[in-house]
């Protein structure tokens, strides 16, 4: 079988003396309460026939009812989520208000078997976190991407 493959996009912003990324708490039932491991880089999975680039850019946009500032995407590589899902993720340095959010949302049958379908939001809230705070706040396969973007800020690629 071959795996599910997402893509999506970090965007980060330097508050001096930090670095800030912006997450996005997922959406839905399973989520709700939660906080730890429970943030996500803004993905979405995507089809051979499309770019992961394209897909990353209509992913944000489609979780944050925004799209992404102009300027140079930087390569993160993959990542393989639990699941078994191989995320690819590029960093792009930009800001973003997240008071201007407005995301978007799925269907789904909830409760679980209750025939009743239901409307929930991709992501509930969007935030900027230090690095730190964001290692814990995203879901354990994701977390790599931070230390990845830490590593291109040193190399002084960007």
Do not use: C, N
Request: net charge negative.
């Amino acid at each position: 079988m071959v795996a599910k493959r997402s893509a999506g996009l970090l965007l980060y912003r330097r508050r001096s003396p930090d670095i800030e990324v912006l997450l996005g708490h997922m959406g839905g039932p399973f989520w709700e309460g939660r906080d730890a491991a429970a943030w996500s880089v803004p993905k979405g999975e995507y089809t051979p026939e499309e770019e992961p680039t394209a897909a990353a850019r209509r992913e944000f946009e489609e979780e944050l009812g925004l799209a992404p500032p102009d300027g140079d995407w930087q390569p993160l590589g993959d990542a393989r989520q639990t699941s078994g899902k191989i995320v690819t993720a590029w960093a792009l340095e930009g800001d973003l208000d997240t008071d201007l959010v407005v995301p978007g949302t799925f269907t789904m049958e909830w409760p679980r078997g209750s025939g009743r379908m239901q409307e929930f939001p991709e992501i509930d809230r969007a935030e900027w976190f230090g690095l730190d705070e964001a290692r814990e706040k995203l879901v354990t396969g994701q977390r790599v991407f931070i230390d990845r973007l830490e590593e291109l800020l040193d190399s002084g690629r960007t």
